[in-house]
């Protein structure tokens, strides 16, 4: 049934109600063909399993609440009565979780049940249990939580107190009075469940939204696009991009809302904000986005705002330079997917493997360490959480093109048995003997645990005429260990950090698939005037030296990052790739201009 004769979804009107043709039904088979051979999909008994997890869950939860109601000096028949209720959220809550990705699942608890006993009863309730392993309590998250694996399966739990006595068994979320009283992580941890129950009433289609989600998240991932704390987009985000294209195309089926997202994400006139409804006030006094109101707000670079109250931005973190790398995605996709549809592509082409350590001729290694596996899971997090600080002073350095983060780090283990091997390992220099007594049956001395994250650096052409240049970045990787160094529970004797700068031809092979080829990383060139330029912002700092060694067992500082002399030929100029665009007779001005969004 079409959407023709009912009212439009979202802040604007459809871009085009028409039904997709035949060669668009022909490329969503083979789409979603290439998804069940990408194994994207999970088998019946894995699903049976997270259903039987979240029984045990929601009885567990119950119990729980019924515990701490007991322990406050409630009747027997109160305690039971207080209820307690699970809400899932995320890619599960969605339906285009895959094979062994996690739960996200809220816990809703009555005003008697305090966040402290979500830490004190429920996590060693949990520790109890049996099917139920690796419980790992985090108090003091940005959204709390406790991580367990059921059976098998990963859940994050998160928690949230309303002000009700009781959790009735219906109890639905939708409700905005429900966020009174309650403290801002609680909010938080509601609009988790609230945001994804909205994107699904929101969009016209929702298996077809669920398909298009399915393909486009597994692109981000391949590409290596796919992460909120490193500057690129988080799942909701995502999901927030998807549900908007399948607003402005509401009887279009799959192949043709991936189509039409490439383009219109990648022709999107940013700042303007992707929104799926006009942003709501509500009951409390809490801020909304508003980029008239907050200078914050109007820093924020691709607005993607949540359609829950309170409205969020869910891509603050997007930077000069991640924004860049996805426009340079969203333009490759495009490219992609308007060959499958002529028949000159097939879909595996748009999952290719990103080609990121094969892309930049200098990386910067950002190297946390320390000496146990519970240390280094805390400290190589609060590292990660701020390498997206380090990128962004990197935008301003001269002659600095792009500075553009890997989506994670990698992790390793070595034995050391003198200072110098340690000192060595945590600069990312391992001896050869530290290998082999690692890659050993006995491990043999001190375990020192590493993460290392990346970040490509872009560097300006060389113009005509001038001399050998000097790229100093000390500057912002100071910065960078000051900031990192402020976190209250640094400690210098357990936690080390070094950067350094490296040639491609220096990477490890822990970056590398088996079998994966070290080739000579290609010049960097840009698609003419398609694609859009980075505007050049001057630092008022002045560079300074660092002094000292790398923080290794107590020692502090960070040597100056100063890249040797670098000649490359300027990008050659490809102007003939035009831009990529919709078909005849649909406009997406009507869509991404400033007078398509009201009341921001």
């Avoid at 979240?54 to 609440?65: E, I, M, Q």
């Avoid at 690129?232 to 809302?257: D, E, H, K, S």
């Avoid at 004797?493 to 290609?522: A, Q, W």
């Amino acid at each position: 049934m079409t959407t023709e004769n009912r009212a439009h979804l979202g802040v604007t009107g459809p871009i085009s109600v028409q039904e997709s043709n035949q060669r668009e039904k022909e490329v969503t088979v083979t789409l979603m063909e290439e998804l069940q051979r990408q194994k994207t999909f999970e088998t019946e008994a894995e699903g049976r399993t997270r259903e039987v997890a979240l029984g045990r869950l929601a009885a567990l939860v119950k119990k729980f609440v019924r515990t701490v109601s007991l322990a406050r000096g409630l009747s027997e028949q109160a305690a039971t009565a207080a209820g307690g209720k699970i809400f899932t959220f995320g890619s599960y809550r969605l339906g285009v979780h895959g094979p062994g990705s996690d739960i996200d699942t809220l816990c809703v608890v009555p005003k008697h049940v305090k966040r402290e006993d979500f830490f004190e009863y429920f996590e060693p309730m949990l520790r109890e249990e049996d099917g139920i392993e690796e419980v790992s309590g985090v108090p003091g998250a940005y959204v709390p939580l406790i991580t367990i694996k059921m059976f098998g399966i990963p859940l994050d739990l998160t928690f949230a107190q309303l002000m009700l006595s009781t959790i009735p068994e219906d109890l639905l979320l939708k409700d905005d009075n429900l966020l009174r009283g309650i403290d801002e992580r609680c909010v938080r941890s509601l609009n988790g469940s609230r945001v994804t129950d909205e994107i699904l009433r929101l969009v016209p289609n929702v298996q077809v939204f669920r398909d298009s989600l399915r393909c486009i998240k597994l692109w981000a991932q391949r590409r290596a696009i796919y992460s909120n704390v490193n500057g690129f987009l988080g799942g909701v985000a995502w999901a927030m991009c998807v549900a908007r294209i399948c607003q402005l195309y509401p009887n279009a089926i799959a192949g043709a809302i991936v189509s039409r997202f490439f383009i219109i994400m990648y022709q999107w006139s940013w700042p303007q904000p992707v929104l799926l409804k006009q942003i709501e006030d509500g009951p409390l006094q809490v801020r909304v986005w508003n980029p008239r109101l907050y200078p914050s707000d109007r820093a924020h670079r691709m607005p993607i705002i949540t359609p829950a109250y309170p409205s969020m931005c869910a891509t603050h973190n997007v930077s000069a330079s991640t924004q860049l790398v996805m426009t340079e995605e969203f333009k490759r996709g495009a490219d992609i997917v308007d060959k499958v549809i002529v028949g000159t592509a097939t879909w595996s082409e748009l999952f290719a493997k990103h080609d990121f350590f094969h892309k930049y001729k200098y990386y910067l290694q950002v190297i946390a360490s320390s000496d146990s596996q519970d240390t280094q899971n805390i400290w190589s997090g609060t590292v990660e959480s701020r390498v997206r600080q380090l990128v962004m002073k990197l935008e301003f350095v001269d002659s600095l093109e792009l500075a553009h983060p890997f989506v994670k780090g990698f992790d390793e283990l070595y034995f050391c048995k003198t200072p110098d091997e340690l000192n060595a390992v945590a600069k990312g220099e391992v001896p050869g003997s530290v290998q082999a007594r690692t890659n050993s049956a006995e491990k043999d001395g001190d375990p020192v645990y590493t993460t290392t994250f990346y970040i490509g650096l872009a560097i300006e052409p060389k113009q005509p005429g001038g001399g050998p240049r000097r790229l100093d970045i000390s500057y912002p990787t100071t910065e960078f260990q000051k900031t990192v160094k402020s976190w209250d529970k640094f400690e210098e004797k357990s936690m080390g950090l070094y950067v350094r700068h490296i040639r491609s031809t220096m990477l490890p092979d822990n970056v590398f698939e088996p079998g994966e080829r070290k080739v000579k990383p290609s010049k960097r060139t840009r698609a003419g005037g398609d694609k859009p330029s980075k505007r050049r912002r001057a630092s008022s700092a002045t560079p300074t030296p660092a002094t000292g060694k790398p923080i290794v067992a107590g020692e502090n500082g960070i040597p100056p990052m100063t890249l040797t002399p670098v000649n490359e030929e300027p990008p050659k100029s490809n102007g003939t790739l035009k831009s990529p665009q919709l078909p005849l007779g649909e406009n997406v001005n009507l869509v991404t201009g400033p007078t398509a969004v009201t009341g921001t």
